[in-house]
């Protein structure tokens, strides 16, 4: 009797010792998971937050202001990023004008007078970029066209589908530009090229990019892509 008390024991112990050996072995491949999961954590953490290469000839510091850089933009598109041939591209100038008018890219930026100014581009989602903006004047466009000065809107639209409209006043008393450079660095395709509008004082989504055709109107009531969508159509900074 006293031996299959042992036995028994003998049993429970060594089913004691199994359960507690599991939970040590599972104790160890957490811990090794862990390990691994902070490690890969790490990895990615440093391949998506570490800075890419600065553009060539790109500048970070203008008349005394610190400029955020190129890469700080993040891509905000419809349709993805638009890759347009400079050699084939064509800017019209249409609606309440005199004669349409349909610009190359050299026509516009070796014909027109060119303007530099640092602006900041505030996007709704919550982060900004001060950057230095290398353009021709909207108006500029606009006269060689002969607009109607009694129109209310112009309305831009870009080479993936997306719209925005702003108010005519705004765009000539405000000296809005589009611009070729950023950062003294010829747009790349992911910041618009050939042109993007600095909407100044506004947010990101009135900065159209990619831009196609500049359509004077009247149509007060146009809502553009993210306005039809319930974003505010002054798109008015604070």
Request: charged share 20%; glycine share 8%.
């Amino acid at each position: 009797m006293q031996n299959a008390y042992r036995n028994e024991a003998s049993h429970v112990f060594l089913r004691e010792e199994a359960v507690n050996a599991k939970k040590v072995l599972l104790s160890v491949i957490l811990g090794l998971i862990v390990v691994a999961a902070a490690f890969a954590a790490d990895v990615l953490w440093n391949i998506f937050t570490t800075p890419s290469a600065p553009y060539p000839g790109e500048i970070r510091v203008y008349d005394g202001q610190k400029l955020g850089s190129i890469n700080d933009f993040r891509l905000e598109a419809i349709n993805g990023i638009q890759y347009i041939d400079a050699n084939s591209y064509l800017l019209t100038v249409t609606g309440l004008v005199k004669k349409d008018k349909a610009y190359t890219y050299d026509d516009v930026i070796n014909n027109h007078a060119s303007y530099e100014k640092v602006v900041t581009l505030e996007c709704v989602e919550g982060w900004s970029v001060k950057a230095l903006w290398q353009g021709v004047r909207v108006k500029d466009l606009l006269e060689e066209a002969g607009y109607d000065q009694s129109a209310q809107v112009v309305i831009f639209y870009a080479q993936d589908g997306y719209s925005t409209s702003l108010p005519l006043s705004y765009i000539v008393n405000s000296n809005i530009m589009i611009a070729y450079k950023v950062n003294n660095v010829t747009l790349p395709a992911k910041e618009g090229f050939p042109f993007q509008l600095v909407a100044e004082g506004k947010y990101g989504y009135k900065w159209i990019k990619w831009l196609t055709t500049i359509d004077v109107s009247n149509d007060t009531s146009f809502l553009g892509y993210w306005e039809s969508r319930g974003y505010d159509n002054g798109g008015n900074l604070p």
